[in-house]
């Protein structure tokens, strides 16, 4: 039998009720799940950066800083965009956590760039706050940690616990239960 491509497409239905609950995890389980998916965007990054040096032959770590930083923005993109429109990373796998628009459908491509672009708000207001000082090492540091942290706590004054970022994107994170053997 010839299995039928289309039966792998993602539904825009709604993912049934048994096997989901579109109560937001714990904010301890999403933050394990955000510094795992950190660990493992590390070999991304690691690949990407190395792409990049071989393409351009840079031989210098702050050449080309500026164009490589934005390669690895878009590479980051396309890595979160697609799997957010799968539904999970590994990590979130892993966590058994989904990402879902408001209704509880898998989030669309275009959503899903939208949530990549807004998740920036983890760090840019930190790095904002860092750049007309100059500072660098510990301080920022403890800045850019400061904000992530304020920002995750941050989610506890959303109605359903959401961080900020979905509410903004129309996404939001639920908890997915593994499948019974």
């Not at 983890?122 to 920022?140: D, N, Q, T």
């Not at 800045?143 to 506890?156: D, K």
């Amino acid at each position: 039998m010839i299995p039928n491509p289309a039966s792998k497409r993602v539904s825009s239905a709604p993912i049934s009720s048994t096997h989901l609950s579109l109560q937001a995890p714990g904010l301890w389980r999403r933050m394990a799940c955000w510094l795992y998916e950190g660990m493992l965007l590390f070999a991304v990054v690691f690949v990407a950066g190395y792409l990049f040096s071989a393409l351009t032959q840079t031989r210098h770590a702050l050449d080309n800083r500026h164009v490589q930083q934005a390669f690895l923005f878009v590479v980051l993109g396309i890595y979160f965009t697609w799997f957010w429109a799968k539904g999970q990373t590994l990590a979130m796998k892993t966590w058994h956590i989904r990402v879902v628009d408001t209704q509880g459908r898998p989030v669309t491509q275009t959503r899903a760039l939208l949530r990549y672009v807004l998740s920036w708000l983890w760090f840019l207001p930190a790095l904002a706050a860092i750049a007309p000082f100059g500072l660098s090492g510990p301080e920022s540091a403890v800045i850019v940690l400061g904000w992530v942290a304020v920002w995750a706590l941050l989610s506890r004054f959303h109605p359903q616990q959401q961080f900020w970022h979905d509410a903004l994107a129309g996404t939001r994170l639920i908890t997915l239960a593994p499948l019974s053997r």
